[in-house]
């Protein structure tokens, strides 16, 4: 089993959706989740950062961590086609900070 | 310059070439890393430096040789590569190689196709 589970996609959406993309996770020492965004031809870039469970909102954006479940959700509220890239989730264990990365999602919201 | 710079932006080489790419970062961080990312695969740490010493090697092979000659500066050179080496190769930094290193900063990669 990979640490950190991630579908590929590419996930389709209409403009105005609301957009729902995960990952699942083994190792029960990850504390800090973040979800980066990487448009083409670019790196990639820190979206959101969350520390252990819980919501954290930004704008049309909340990420949320469910460490029971050991499962990481990124919401996008009113998704724009400038949303239209590949979305990380990574996530690091308190002793070790090097963050291990998912697959990526990538997602297509069309006008 | 702002963030993270790395040079070329694409780079096409053949097996027996001897090429190096170069990352840049003007964010006064301390720590700086090599990333490889294949299509549809997670990304795949190869180096680590902080402080100018390197602190990990990812079982990375010997054709991809690192440099950092300070705390800025970033190079990784490349010889008689393969064809599974092509790849988009990321620079990132961060503040620390510790807490706070999960923040990291990337360049826009350099595109790699080796023939």
């Known amino acids: 089993q990979k640490e950190v589970e991630q579908d590929p996609g590419p996930l389709s959406v209409p403009e105005g959706a609301i957009v729902s993309l995960n990952c699942t996770y083994s190792?029960?020492?990850?504390?800090?989740f973040m979800w980066y965004r990487q448009y083409s031809r670019k790196g990639p870039e820190l979206l959101m950062y969350t520390y252990s469970s819980g919501n954290k909102e930004d704008g049309r954006f909340t990420a949320q961590v469910d460490k029971s479940s050991k499962y990481i959700s990124l919401f996008i509220r009113d998704s724009q086609p400038s949303d239209s890239a590949t979305y990380l989730c990574a996530m690091s264990a308190g002793g070790s900070y090097i963050p291990t990365f998912g697959r990526g999602t990538s997602l297509i919201v069309h006008p | 310059e702002t963030g993270v710079t790395q040079t070329p932006r694409h780079l096409v080489m053949g097996m027996t070439n001897k090429k190096s790419l170069k990352c840049e970062q003007h964010l006064g961080h301390n720590a700086m890393y090599w990333y490889k990312q294949s299509a549809k695969k997670p990304l795949e740490l190869m180096f680590v430096?902080?402080?100018?010493?390197?602190?990990e090697n990812n079982s990375v092979p010997s054709r991809f040789s690192p440099e950092c000659p300070n705390s800025s500066h970033l190079f990784l050179h490349l010889h008689t590569l393969q064809p599974e080496d092509s790849a988009l190769y990321l620079c990132?930094?961060?503040?620390?190689?510790?807490?706070?290193?999960?923040?990291?900063?990337f360049g826009p990669g350099t595109r790699l196709t080796v023939l």
């Open positions: 430096y902080n402080f100018k010493e390197q602190t």
């Open positions: 990132a930094s961060s503040q620390g190689n510790g807490a706070g290193a999960g923040e990291q900063f």
């Open positions: 190792n029960s020492a990850f504390q800090y």
